[in-house]
């Protein structure tokens, strides 16, 4: 198997009462999808204005990728919160750099 960079990620809206957990080949590509989705009823980052990045982690394999993926969705908010403070204590919305 080809070795890529794929990124699990967190987003949160503005007012960061909602978490969005994905995972993408292009992070830079896909905040600006979700940005440009704000709003979107038909999408729940676009519903919920979550295009404000504040965590990622980095894997070379996709299926390493989608299994964090699928572990942190399992996560109560709490648990997750914890993974964001870890990483960002502040929350800083780490696409504004």
Same mark, same amino acid.
């Given at each position: 198997m %080809?070795n890529?960079?794929? /990124?699990?990620?967190?987003t ?11 995972v ?5 590509r896909?905040? =600006?999808? /979700? /940005?440009?989705? &704000? ?6 980052a676009? *519903?919920?204005y979550? $295009?404000?990045?504040? $965590? $990622?982690? /980095? =894997?070379s394999n996709?299926?390493? @990728? #989608?299994?964090r993926? *699928?572990?942190? *969705? &399992? %996560?109560?908010?709490? *648990?997750?919160? @914890?993974l #964001?403070?870890?990483?960002n204590p502040? %929350?800083? =919305?780490?696409?504004?750099?």
């Amino acid at each position: 198997m %080809w070795n890529y960079n794929f /990124h699990v990620y967190i987003t949160t809206n503005p007012e960061k009462t909602v978490l969005y957990v994905g995972v993408t080949n292009d992070l830079d590509r896909r905040l =600006f999808e /979700h /940005h440009e989705n &704000k709003g979107n009823p038909k999408t729940f980052a676009g *519903k919920y204005y979550c $295009y404000n990045l504040v $965590y $990622y982690e /980095h =894997f070379s394999n996709i299926n390493h @990728a #989608i299994e964090r993926e *699928k572990e942190i *969705k &399992k %996560w109560r908010r709490e *648990k997750k919160e @914890a993974l #964001i403070d870890s990483f960002n204590p502040s %929350w800083k =919305f780490l696409n504004d750099e």
